[in-house]
């Protein structure tokens, strides 16, 4: 791995797990656990489409372990990673689409992560508190994927004008 | 021609965003529409550790103290704890060392809360896997 891939890399380890910490400290709806902005999955989307994808399952990893090592616990780790694997895995794929948009792959990938999470819920508890569970984290994980893909395709056209300007 | 092309990208990606929006939508509705209807329940089934649990009935008064996935006597703070007080016909999480505490920030269970919770029927402590359903008045 070149030395700028894994610089890269440190660096976007470090700020999912600070915009990770900071989505602990904002409660969307208090009563009910787990609904986040997902501000972490900006990193991960930024991966996608500027990455290679072995680069971004390394860094879904990373964000994943680190995370529930300095703010989680195994059981959190568990949910984290399956709600992980399966939007990666589809943000990767929709991402082989011609012309795809960031904002398709970023609601898609924030359904799947919920869509993970439950389908390890239904394992280690039981399916009956995931069906009372599931539909507010359904709505908010649509809504924040939606919403992160629009801001972060202003960050792509940003950082697209830069390029083409400086020619990096 | 270009302009053509920038259109159909755009429909493309409409398409994808609404198609995962209604897949969303649908799996919400098939959710709402599985789930059990509550009524009055006359026990509380706290579910803990490897698959075991403890029921008790909700005219009760108690205090349940779950460490590491097991039954303690007392609370102490150490290792991975709950306390579950029962009184009244109600039950909640009275104080846990979980890494966010959102289990003790879910309330009070009984006949009225399960109709408007978000959880229903459920208080769910997922870090220490600790349970409690308000059981037996499911229709």
């Not at chain 2, 098939?30 to 075991?52: H, M, N, Q, S």
């Not at chain 2, 966010?100 to 920030?105: G, I, P, R, W």
Request: glycine share 10%.
């Amino acid at each position: 791995m070149k030395i700028r891939t894994l610089t890269r890399m440190a660096l976007l380890t470090a700020a999912a797990l600070i915009l990770g910490y900071i989505d602990s400290l904002i409660p969307l709806v208090p009563s009910v656990p787990g609904i986040k902005l997902g501000l972490s999955n900006l990193v991960l989307l930024y991966a996608v489409f500027y990455m290679r994808p072995v680069e971004t399952v390394i860094l879904m990893f990373l964000k994943v372990g680190l995370s529930s090592l300095l703010f989680g616990n195994a059981v959190g780790a568990l949910y984290a990673l399956a709600g992980g694997v399966l939007s990666v895995a589809a943000m990767l794929l929709l991402h082989r689409i011609p012309h795809v948009s960031v904002i398709p792959v970023s609601t898609i990938g924030g359904i799947l992560h919920i869509v993970g999470q439950c389908a390890v819920g239904c394992v280690l508890i039981s399916y009956k508190p995931v069906l009372f569970y599931a539909p507010w984290l359904l709505i908010s994980g649509t809504a924040t994927g939606l919403l992160l893909g629009v801001a972060t395709r202003g960050a792509f056209y940003g950082i697209e004008r830069y390029e083409r300007r400086t020619g990096v | 021609m270009e302009r053509q092309g920038d259109n159909r990208r755009n429909v493309r990606n409409w398409i994808l965003t609404g198609a995962a929006i209604g897949f969303a939508a649908l799996a919400v509705v098939v959710c709402l529409l599985l789930r059990p209807k509550t009524g009055a329940a006359d026990r509380f089934v706290i579910r803990y550790g490897d698959g075991e649990s403890l029921t008790v009935p909700a005219w009760e008064t108690r205090t349940i103290v779950i460490r590491d996935g097991k039954l303690a006597d007392e609370a102490n703070g150490e290792g991975a704890e709950n306390v579950i007080h029962i009184e009244n016909g109600e039950a909640w999480m009275e104080q846990a060392n979980c890494p966010h505490k959102e289990c003790v920030k879910q309330g009070v269970l009984n006949a009225e809360t399960v109709q408007s919770r978000p959880l229903g029927t459920w208080i769910v402590c997922a870090p220490h896997q600790v349970y409690i359903e308000y059981a037996g008045g499911v229709e």
